[in-house]
Structure formats: C-alpha cells, structure tokens
C-alpha cells in the first residue's frame, strides 16, 4: 500500500461535469535523433526530461482543451512525486497521487525518429504507475464526476488489473460512463486478445488505435475492426494517425473523421491528445462525431510539439 496521497488542490463542490482519468504518471526522457541509430556507438541526439503517461497525458489535455474538472489517481515514487504534482496543477488537473513506499516512478525512454516520420519506440520501465491496487480507490472519488476513463496500462499487472475491475463496478453502481484506451498493441499480445475482451466488459467507449482495432479483431481493415469491436462495446473510436479516425456503433461505421493537417515533429502522446479532446468535449456535451474531430485536432497540435503535454497554461 502507498505511504500517502498527494492533492495538488483540495476537492471542490461536487457538481456535474468532472472527469476522473485512472492510470500512469511516468517520467519521459525523450531522444530525438535522425536515423538510423548507430549499433555499438554514438548517435547525436536531442535529449529532454518530460513529465509523461498515458493517464497523466489524456487528463492534462483534458483540461487544456477545455475540461474545468479533471482528476487523476495515480501512483508514483517519492523521487518525482512533487515535480508530477507541481506539473499536472500547472496543467488544470487534479491529481491524487499515491506515493510508493518500494517502487521508483516509471520511466519511459522515448526514442523519436527526427525524420519525416516523426516515429517513436519506447522503452518502458512501469516502476510505480502499475502498482496502483484496490486499497488506492475510494468511491468518493466519483463524487460529482460524469465520465471515468481508464488508461490500459493498468490491464498489465495484476495490482492494476484489480484496482480497474473496483473502479469500473464503482462506476457502472453509479451510472458513470467509462472509456478505455487499450494503450499499446505490444503489451496486449503479452496479455492476449481474449483476456483483454473479458476485462473490459462493461466499458462504454473503447479508443484503440488502428493496429490495436485490428489485433484486437484479427481483422486487416480498421473499418471492420472498429465495427466488429463495437458489437462487443457500444462506442468504438479508432485513431488512426493522419487518417483520421473512425467512429463505429453497434457493428456499423457513423463517421469517417478526416485528420487535421500538421507538420510533424514528435508523435508521442498524439493518442493520448486525442483521447484526452474527445473525453473534453463528451463531458461538455458533444456528440461522439463532434467529440471525434476535436480529438482530431489536439492529435495533430500534439505531434508539432515535443513532448507528450500540450503547451503550458498561460
């Protein structure tokens, strides 16, 4: 169990309209080269510290994009956890972090191709963020929330696991509506197709990316991907880069969301910009094609910074 909770700002009056983000709060060190990497020396490089994860990301650009109440539980080390605090308050987000009495916070090694393609490989170091576990959830804090999401990390380690099936029953007994992102095509196939379908069952929006739509269905075509995920979850929103997206329901395509332009530098985070846009404008209202073209968006203003934080608050 963790040493303590952190609050960058003590909880408001319930009222409708919050949006509570679950997942992880890692330390990014980005590497932006132009390839090919040289094996067995050196490579030139860019190199930048960022505060990064996924659930940290969709909260921050949550509230970037217009989201006025945005909370985040995650879990993280005592090396960093003031530094993520002071970084998600000057986002707009509320965190509740719990500090780990064993585990570093997670690190993530992004390496970006500085090329035309703007491509990233990670190296992942999980530390903290997948140790959140059920003791880390109080119903409280749904307590005037109107969507819940989830990050998919937590589907990959059993602490987490646990922690998001409390959280998702918490939800479902109060008519919270919650979203999943399944947030990396290489950990799903550790985890497997058909375990990842169980543990999301009762998820209301699924946001995968192409290729995760398409392991997720053995299918080649992300449009009947998405369609044949969205019998199994109502709402079905695959990402697919300068695609655009594809909104699917109940085992039919709505929309065909074309991508905004942009001028790419850096494509990490871009999904989680994306996600985070959609779930802003769900909360304040918007239907799921409107919803999908601000994801648009914030996807491409994110792939034109470095980093995977939207522009500080001014």
Not at 53 to 64: K, R, T
Not at 194 to 204: I, P, S, T, W
Not at 209 to 237: F, H, I, N, W, Y
């Amino acid at each position: 169990m963790g040493q303590g909770v952190t609050a960058g700002r003590e909880a408001g009056p319930d009222g409708g309209g919050a949006l509570l983000v679950v997942g992880d709060v890692v330390t990014d060190v980005v590497a932006r080269y132009r390839g090919p990497l040289a094996a067995g020396t050196d490579t030139a490089a860019v190199i930048r510290t960022l505060p990064g994860g996924a659930g940290a990301n969709v909260a921050s650009w949550a509230a970037h994009t217009g989201c006025a109440d945005v909370r985040l539980l995650g879990r993280v080390g005592a090396d960093a956890v003031r530094w993520h605090e002071r970084e998600l308050v000057a986002a707009g987000v509320r965190p509740r972090l719990v500090v780990d009495p064993e585990a570093a916070t997670g690190t993530v090694i992004c390496l970006v191709d500085n090329g035309a393609s703007a491509e990233r490989t990670f190296l992942t170091d999980s530390g903290a963020s997948l140790r959140l576990e059920p003791a880390d959830w109080s119903d409280a804090l749904l307590d005037g929330v109107a969507r819940l999401h989830l990050s998919g990390y937590l589907l990959f380690s059993e602490p987490s696991r646990a922690l998001m099936a409390v959280a998702l029953a918490a939800a479902r007994a109060r008519g919270v509506p919650v979203s999943l992102d399944p947030a990396s095509a290489g950990f799903l196939v550790a985890l497997g197709v058909d375990r990842f379908l169980a543990l999301v069952e009762g998820v209301d929006v699924l946001l995968p990316s192409r290729d995760e739509a398409c392991l997720l269905t053995g299918l080649p075509d992300p449009a009947d991907a998405a369609a044949k995920l969205s019998r199994q979850v109502p709402l079905v929103v695959a990402k697919a880069g300068a695609d655009g997206a594809l909104v699917a329901r109940s085992g039919h395509i709505l929309a065909r969301i074309p991508a905004a332009p942009a001028r790419l530098r850096d494509t990490t985070g871009a999904g989680d910009a994306f996600t985070g846009a959609f779930l802003a404008a769900l909360v304040a209202g918007a239907d799921a094609r409107e919803a999908t073209a601000r994801g648009c968006r914030a996807g491409a203003r994110a792939v034109e910074r470095v980093g995977a934080r939207p522009p500080a608050r001014e």
